[in-house]
C-alpha cells in the first residue's frame, strides 16, 4: 500500500522521507545517545530500511542498554 505524501508509516522507506538527510542521520544518532543512552553506529542505521526496521533495531540496542524505547 501506499501511502499519503508527507506521511509517516511503518513501512516507509527512510532513504525517502524528507529530510532523511545526512545531517539528520547523524543528529538522530546524537539524539538517540543523549536521550535513551544508546549508542548507535553509522552501520546500525545503515541497515535499517524502514521505519519498523529501524523501530526494531532500536529496541534491540535499548533492551540490551536496559534502557525503555517505544
Known amino acids: 500500500t501506499q501511502s499519503l505524501p508527507g506521511r509517516i508509516t511503518p513501512d516507509s522507506v527512510l532513504k525517502n522521507l524528507e529530510g532523511w538527510d ?8 546524537s539524539a538517540v545517545q543523549e536521550r535513551y543512552g544508546v549508542e548507535l553506529r553509522a552501520e546500525d542505521l545503515l541497515a535499517c530500511e524502514t521505519v519498523t526496521d529501524l523501530h526494531n533495531m532500536l529496541t534491540g540496542k535499548a533492551t540490551l542498554a536496559g534502557s525503555v524505547v517505544i
Open 22 to 29: 545526512s545531517l539528520a542521520f547523524v543528529s538522530f544518532i
